[in-house]
């Protein structure tokens, strides 16, 4: 535990501990959000470069719980049929990792959260974007912006999400494809920020105690998402993209 207290204080680590609860449980109703909450919630009472770090671990074992639900060759399926999103996102988060220390964190949190917040009002507004899945330039495009702020925050669940809602994704299958995806860019985020040295042998302890807290979430959470039909799924998906957009905007405009 001593490492552990060279970063944070006993008190901070039990909030700590808390925010990642809160991740897991949002994370197992609609899939997504673990990062964006754990980045917003950690970064206000220790270093960015600590509250990513603290991120990596339970993002990586979350989304391979959450890809896997339904079995391998249902994950193998997702693979597939996004495998053009997986590359280009994969392609950019490993360029834009190595940006982390240089890019203004309040430009970042702009980029993250305007589109977003902009889709998400549209379509709770009843504007619903409708996107083929046959446009490959459209999945390319998005999973370019998804990659480049994946890399520099941790966080590329906004725009991923919002490319699913508007492909019509199937409650089950979204979950499954949001795991398969998100798994496999937590794959390269580790190994990226290994490279970035935001991971090292003083901050992945911290990241792995971040672990327990989250699955537990995810489990209480998973509870409620097998409740919970369709339209209800999406309208919880799409309140938590816009108050997670909002509280990016807020961040970036307020400092804090």
Same mark, same amino acid.
């Given at each position: 535990?001593?490492?552990?207290?060279?970063?944070?204080?006993?008190?901070?680590?039990?909030?700590?501990?808390? *925010?990642?609860?809160?991740?897991?449980?949002?994370?197992?109703? /609609?899939?997504?959000? =673990?990062?964006?909450?754990?980045?917003?919630?950690?970064?206000? !009472?220790?270093?960015?470069?600590?509250?990513?770090?603290?991120? $990596?671990?339970?993002?990586?074992?979350?989304?391979?719980?959450?890809?896997?639900?339904?079995?391998?060759?249902?994950?193998?399926?997702?693979?597939?049929?996004?495998? #053009?999103?997986?590359? *280009?996102?994969?392609?950019?988060?490993?360029?834009?990792?190595?940006? #982390?220390?240089?890019?203004?964190?309040?430009?970042? =949190?702009? $980029?993250?959260?305007?589109? #977003?917040?902009?889709?998400? =009002?549209?379509?709770?507004?009843?504007?619903?974007? *409708?996107?083929?899945?046959?446009?490959?330039? /459209?999945?390319?495009?998005?999973?370019?912006?998804?990659?480049? $702020?994946?890399?520099?925050?941790? /966080?590329?669940?906004?725009?991923?999400?919002?490319?699913?809602?508007?492909?019509?994704?199937?409650?089950?299958?979204?979950?499954?494809?949001?795991?398969?995806?998100?798994?496999?860019?937590?794959?390269?985020?580790? !190994?990226?920020?290994?490279?970035?040295? #935001?991971?090292?042998?003083?901050?992945?302890? !911290?990241?792995?105690?971040?672990?327990?807290?989250? *699955?537990?979430?995810?489990?209480?959470?998973?509870? $409620?998402?097998?409740?919970?039909?369709?339209?209800?799924?999406?309208?919880?998906?799409?309140?938590?993209?816009?108050?997670?957009?909002?509280?990016?905007?807020?961040?970036?405009?307020?400092? !804090?």
């Amino acid at each position: 535990m001593d490492m552990f207290f060279s970063f944070i204080s006993p008190a901070h680590l039990a909030i700590a501990f808390a *925010v990642a609860l809160v991740a897991g449980t949002v994370k197992g109703m /609609v899939g997504f959000a =673990l990062p964006m909450i754990l980045i917003s919630g950690l970064s206000s !009472f220790i270093s960015p470069d600590l509250a990513l770090a603290g991120l $990596i671990f339970p993002t990586l074992i979350t989304n391979g719980m959450q890809a896997m639900r339904q079995g391998r060759a249902a994950a193998l399926d997702s693979i597939k049929r996004f495998r #053009v999103f997986l590359l *280009v996102g994969l392609c950019f988060l490993l360029i834009s990792a190595q940006m #982390v220390r240089v890019l203004p964190h309040h430009i970042l =949190l702009l $980029i993250i959260g305007v589109p #977003v917040m902009t889709f998400a =009002l549209m379509q709770i507004a009843g504007r619903n974007i *409708v996107l083929s899945s046959a446009n490959r330039r /459209v999945e390319a495009s998005v999973a370019a912006f998804a990659g480049l $702020i994946g890399g520099v925050s941790g /966080v590329w669940g906004p725009p991923t999400v919002a490319y699913l809602t508007a492909l019509g994704t199937e409650k089950t299958e979204q979950m499954r494809v949001q795991g398969v995806i998100y798994g496999l860019g937590a794959i390269a985020l580790l !190994f990226a920020h290994i490279g970035s040295g #935001v991971v090292r042998a003083e901050t992945a302890p !911290f990241s792995v105690a971040m672990i327990l807290p989250a *699955v537990i979430g995810m489990w209480f959470g998973g509870k $409620i998402q097998d409740r919970i039909d369709q339209a209800v799924f999406k309208k919880a998906t799409l309140w938590v993209l816009l108050i997670a957009s909002a509280n990016l905007i807020r961040r970036a405009v307020m400092g !804090f």
